[in-house]
């Protein structure tokens, strides 16, 4: 009887054994998807870490512009002034170049006119004067 007892108490620990073998095996099968899985989040811990750091790198520059911006509206708002400013100053001077163009147009008939007077009273003086003459030798 005790060869039966033992030979059903060998079988029972064969039988246990094998259970746990089966679940160290699935334990390390577990471990085995664990261990990526792990890694993987450390890395996603990482890009968090980082994305968190940039975040605040960005909230920094972020208070740097905004504290500009007011400048640059107003730099800008002074800027549109002085372009207003410059285009009615052109519209002006466009203005006076074209009197001063039609000024010199005028001047530029009135000097012909003067010369072809000129001319009239050269050629009246090169031809001998007769007082005696009748108006219509005068216009040969």
Known sequence: MDITKLQ???AAAVR???ILKCEVQNALDALSYAIPKLKYLKLQDENINQLTNDLQECMKERGVVKG????VF?????MWEEVKSYSEINMMLNY?????????DTLDEDFLMKEGEI???????EKPFDLLASPDSLLE
Request: net charge positive; no cysteine.
């Open 8 to 10: 059903s108490n060998l």
């Open 16 to 18: 246990s054994n094998d």
């Open 119 to 125: 001319t009239i009273l050269k050629d009246l003086i």
């Open 68 to 71: 500009i911006l007011p400048k």
């Open 74 to 78: 107003q730099e800008r708002d002074f």
């Open 96 to 104: 006076e170049i074209n009197m001063l163009k039609r000024k010199v």
